[in-house]
């Protein structure tokens, strides 16, 4: 038997909205400003979720570097942690590239992306879309982080199957 698999193409896990240019405006996030002002959001979602996908003892620790690499450069664009655009998560991946490894850049860029996911989720949030996702398509470092991900899945993948027919 074999398991389904998501896709590798950012396209296929974005749902009906693509791109930003895409979403009415009646959806777009800087209409919520005022309900997330003082709010951290962040730490609601890895207190319900994100620290327990982790197995080892500092994983909360990483969760949370993440977490306020994210906000802090969210403040510096001067809008909540919760409320991105597409352009601020390819900022950010830049940053994040420019001073780290692939990997390191991946590793924060999924707990974004977990966080909308998470967002998009639960009904007290207004979010339709996720901009962690859709800065993979428009921007060159989210997409570079996006390849070393899915380079990381082909390769984990091809390893599961070499394993399994030993």
Not at 142 to 153: D, I, L, P, Q
């Amino acid at each position: 038997m074999t398991h389904p698999t998501k896709s590798l193409d950012p396209h296929d896990r974005l749902g009906v909205y693509k791109t930003l240019k895409e979403v009415p405006s009646r959806y777009r996030f800087y209409h919520h400003a005022d309900a997330y002002e003082g709010e951290d959001t962040w730490q609601e979602f890895c207190e319900e979720y994100e620290y327990e996908q982790g197995n080892h003892a500092r994983y909360e620790e990483e969760v949370d570097r993440a977490g306020d690499y994210w906000k802090n450069h969210m403040d510096g664009r001067e809008r909540h942690h919760a409320l991105a655009m597409p352009d601020d998560v390819v900022t950010w991946c830049a940053d994040l590239l420019d001073g780290g490894s692939e990997r390191r850049a991946y590793d924060y860029w999924l707990r974004v992306n977990r966080f909308y996911d998470w967002l998009q989720w639960h009904s007290e949030h207004p979010h339709r879309y996720n901009p962690a996702l859709m800065a993979t398509l428009t921007g060159d470092a989210a997409h570079r982080v996006w390849r070393w991900k899915a380079r990381e899945n082909r390769n984990n993948r091809a390893e599961y199957h070499r394993k399994k027919n030993e």
